[in-house]
């Protein structure tokens, strides 16, 4: 890319597209800056679906979260704290902000992580079709029950069941399922027999169900069964520091999907996308970057918000002014830019790869992948200058350690 940050992952053959409810495959990064090349970090996280890292970073279990802005790190302390427990966890946030893959994370990082993770969207399901999805019903139960059906519950057993947009399951309804979250039994419907469970709900919702409890339109004993450990997910728009990884991690998976070579991305694009609003927030940056790799040309990434939208293009402000967050691009290559960030690591590190401070930990990587990055971008260990006494020469630490080059 044109600009300092860069987003490695250890399959980069493999990717999947940043904080958002749209899945694209495996393994990501997550956590690093989008300050500057010299003070970047990456981070890589394994899909518990298909393959989780061995090694003991700080993010094991998180799949497709891109970022560090503040307002993410609290979340996935949350996350962090609340897994490990049975408790039902409520998720609260804007359409797009990527509440499918909280639910993920804290199931792959929970001790069910061995068993199934069941999702189901309240608001796609009829009605009348909705209480059958979720226990399941007998053969001849209703017309057109030809067959018996295991619902939802029953599937999730000893696993987690995501409820996505809980907000808008029927009032109706609603006692029923306050029963098997209280009593962890239910029965099909057209039986009799009581069926024990054992399943961890997790719900989201981008409605305001305290006031919709107010306005009766929720039941409040169901509120509070679910609202036992709330996690609220920040919108695009309060983590723009995030905005710039983000943008250098779908070009890198659209392109690659698209066969494209994306080699520059201008300032002026990219001072666009921080100033935007996002009201789709990262499902929209994605879905925007990817009509932007289409439309590329010469390896170019074209602005592809609207003029209509485009909030900076007169008079903008510096970046700085808005948000902390400021964007120095640079004519560095791509494999420039990564190299320097695994230089800066490894600077940070002390030069150590493995352990639990080295630079391979402190990347999210394994030690063997960040070696065979080192050798394909053409780093070695450093070999000590002897002239330099580092007790009594006030230079930095990599200002008496020479690093030689393959």
């Known amino acids: 890319m044109?600009?300092?940050?860069?987003?490695?992952?250890?399959n980069q053959n493999d990717a999947e597209a940043?904080?958002?409810e749209r899945r694209y495959g495996a393994e990501i990064p997550t956590c690093a800056t989008a300050e500057s090349t010299s003070s970047a970090r990456l981070s890589t996280v394994a899909s518990g679906g298909r393959q989780a890292m061995k090694g003991?970073?700080?993010?094991?279990?998180?799949?497709?979260?891109?970022?560090?802005?503040?307002?993410?790190?609290i979340v996935l302390d949350l996350v962090r704290t609340v897994a490990p427990t049975d408790s039902t966890v409520l998720i609260e946030g804007e359409t797009g902000t990527g509440k499918e893959l909280i639910a993920r994370a804290i199931h792959n990082i929970s001790s069910r992580s061995g068993h199934p993770f069941v999702k189901l969207n309240c608001a796609a399901i009829p009605f009348d079709l909705l209480e059958s999805e979720l226990f399941g019903h007998e053969k001849g139960a209703f017309t057109g029950a030809f067959a018996q059906k295991i619902g939802r519950f029953e599937m999730a057993d000893k696993g987690t069941l995501f409820l996505d947009e809980i907000g808008d399951i029927?009032?109706?309804l609603?006692?029923?399922?306050?029963?098997?979250?209280?009593?962890?039994?239910?029965?099909?419907?057209?039986?009799?027999?009581?069926?024990?469970?054992?399943?961890?709900?997790?719900?989201?919702?981008?409605?305001?169900?305290?006031?919709?409890?107010?306005?009766k339109e929720f039941r409040s004993d169901l509120y509070y069964r679910l609202n036992v450990f709330p996690v609220v997910l920040p919108p695009l728009r309060e983590r723009r520091e995030d905005i710039a990884l983000l943008v250098s991690h779908f070009v890198e998976v659209f392109s690659r999907r698209m066969g494209k070579q994306i080699n520059h991305v201008p300032e002026e694009t990219l001072t666009a996308f921080i100033s935007y609003s996002w009201p789709g927030n990262v499902r929209e940056l994605q879905n925007l970057i990817e009509r932007a790799v289409i439309r590329?040309?010469?390896?170019?990434?074209?602005?592809?918000?609207?003029?209509?939208?485009?909030?900076?293009?007169?008079?903008?402000?510096?970046?700085?002014?808005?948000?902390?967050l400021t964007v120095t691009p640079s004519q560095d290559t791509f494999k420039d830019s990564t190299r320097a960030l695994i230089l800066q690591s490894l600077r940070d590190a002390g030069w150590v790869i493995g352990g639990s401070d080295g630079a391979a930990a402190r990347l999210g990587l394994k030690r063997t992948t960040l070696i065979a990055k080192m050798k394909k971008l053409g780093i070695s260990r450093p070999v000590r200058n002897n002239n330099v006494n580092p007790l009594t020469d006030n230079r930095k630490s990599e200002q008496w350690w020479q690093l030689t080059t393959e």
């Open 2 to 10: 044109a600009w300092g940050n860069v987003v490695l992952s250890e």
């Open 170 to 172: 029927p009032l109706a």
């Open 18 to 20: 940043g904080v958002t």
């Open 296 to 324: 590329s040309n010469h390896g170019v990434l074209p602005n592809p918000l609207p003029k209509s939208d485009m909030n900076v293009a007169i008079n903008p402000l510096p970046v700085s002014d808005k948000n902390p």
């Open 56 to 73: 003991k970073t700080a993010n094991d279990g998180f799949e497709s979260i891109v970022g560090q802005s503040v307002s993410l790190r």
């Open 174 to 215: 609603q006692p029923k399922l306050l029963r098997v979250l209280q009593e962890q039994e239910f029965e099909r419907l057209g039986s009799g027999r009581t069926h024990r469970i054992n399943v961890r709900v997790v719900a989201a919702t981008h409605r305001d169900l305290a006031e919709m409890v107010r306005r």
